[in-house]
């Protein structure tokens, strides 16, 4: 369906911008260079993915077994790719 090609059409764009802006870090030295972009692009596309619907459908049990909520749960993600990534 049209639905469904567009759907597909989305995800690659995002994907492509995604490889671009790891790109653009190899290129001004923000990111280390040993790092492959399309697969760290696929990596984080996953995560991330994975990570908002566990602090979205999850949130309760995380906080309710581990003491932590959505928000600090989505800002250690991002502060630990961050770690990764800096060169």
Known sequence: TIQAICHVDNREHSLNILIGCLENGFKDGSIRKDVD???MAILL???S???FQLSHFKQELVLEQHNLNAETMLQTFFEYIEMF???
């Open 37 to 39: 972009p399309v697969k």
């Open 45 to 47: 596309w996953g995560m």
């Open 49 to 51: 993915t994975g990570i």
């Open 85 to 87: 990534l800096k060169a």
